[in-house]
Structures are given as structure tokens and as C-alpha cells.
């Protein structure tokens, strides 16, 4: 027996629905639904699978922007910047 069909075995079609062998029932909604939990337990995880994400992408964002900078004038004329590192990841 080809090795598809032998994992495929009493899965069924029915209408919009996928059916196991055991006779449970699948919209695509769900099996989407589980992609994306997939995603978010390995993300939860950090397990070394990368999956692009919420969290990734504003890390990224975060540590591709200059630090804040304050900039103190004294009466002498001088002045003295400050960076402030609050946001570094």
C-alpha cells in the first residue's frame, strides 16, 4: 500500500468538514487554528524554530531605533548629551 494512503486511511471529506477515523470533524478554521497555536507555543517556548511573530518583529523594530537622547545646557555654555537605554532588548 503507497505510504499516503496508508496515513490517510479513514480520513473522509464530507461537505466542508474533514472527518478522522474516528469520527471527529474538521472545519478549516480549526486546522488553521492549529497552525497559528503551533506558532504561538514555539514562540512561548523559544524553542530554536523561528517563526516570524508579533514579538520578533517589534524586537526588531525596537533594537533597529537610536536610544533616546537628552541633551542638558549649562549656564557656562556647555552641554552634555544623555542617552537613555530603557527599551533595550
Not at 14 to 30: M, T, W
Not at 36 to 51: A, I, S
Amino acid at each position: 500500500m503507497d505510504d499516503r494512503r496508508k496515513y490517510w486511511a479513514g480520513w473522509r471529506f464530507r461537505g466542508r468538514y474533514l472527518f478522522d477515523p474516528a469520527g471527529n470533524r474538521y472545519h478549516q478554521n480549526e486546522i488553521n487554528a492549529i497552525f497559528y497555536q503551533r506558532q504561538l507555543h514555539q514562540e512561548l517556548m523559544g524553542t530554536p524554530f523561528k517563526v516570524k511573530s508579533l514579538k520578533q518583529e517589534l524586537e526588531r523594530k525596537i533594537k533597529a531605533t537610536a536610544p533616546p537622547e537628552v541633551v542638558v545646557k549649562f549656564g557656562d555654555g556647555t552641554q552634555q548629551t544623555l542617552k537613555y537605554n530603557k527599551f533595550a532588548v
